[in-house]
């Protein structure tokens, strides 16, 4: 398993290279803009010697699934396969990585909008199914789009999963109206961002 060590040792060159990263345990984030942590996260294997770099967006106005492989895939490997500490030029090679591809594939996801374009690239496996996208809908206010993939991801997911126990609690508050909704995705959001111990970073978008 890569030690943490190893992380702050071989991400030392992009951090320098783009200042705005920022090193959490073991994952690598920008700033989260608007509702959405975007980060690379350097995955151990079991092999001591190797791991994987993976890009993700991740909503904060979803309840807590952790930092890993959800809302983003891996890189491919590098010319010697998986990712080590110890080959030559490791730095040069994942800030080469970080900064061409993986920002291109990122950074420009600061807005309900473009997190929705991200998200179709991604099958189910990598997001949960359809609940990020119910979700979205209801921070853009957009109800009836909303109400018609909630009753889907009901079908789909009732009785037994996570998702859909918060999406019929969700369609119940829909009769409140956007201000009620509103008032629960922020408050998912603000126990996110501590779960994730991002709360230094993390400017709220919501109105005061």
Known sequence: MTTAADVK???????????RL???KRSLILPPAGHYLRAFNL?????????????????LYEPFTGVGLSF??????????????????????????????????????DNPEAFLEYVKAL?????????????THLLLGHRDKATDLGMQTLRRYYPHARQSRHTRRFLQLMDGGQARIDR???????????????????QS???S
């Open 43 to 59: 995955a151990s294997l079991s092999n001591k010697d190797r791991f994987r770099i993976h890009y993700l967006v991740r909503p």
């Open 205 to 207: 978008p919501w109105p």
């Open 9 to 19: 040792r071989i991400t030392r060159l992009v951090r320098e290279r783009e200042p």
């Open 123 to 135: 099958d189910d496996l990598r997001t949960g199914g359809d609940w990020h996208i119910f979700l």
């Open 72 to 109: 983003g895939d891996s890189f491919p490997n590098d010319d010697y396969g998986p990712w080590s500490p110890s080959h030559p030029h490791i730095e040069e090679r994942i800030a080469d990585a970080i900064l061409g591809d993986g920002m291109a594939r990122i950074e420009h996801v």
């Open 184 to 202: 629960v995705l922020k408050s998912w959001e603000q126990t996110v961002v501590r779960q994730l111990e991002i709360e230094r970073y993390w």
């Open 22 to 24: 920022i090193l959490v």
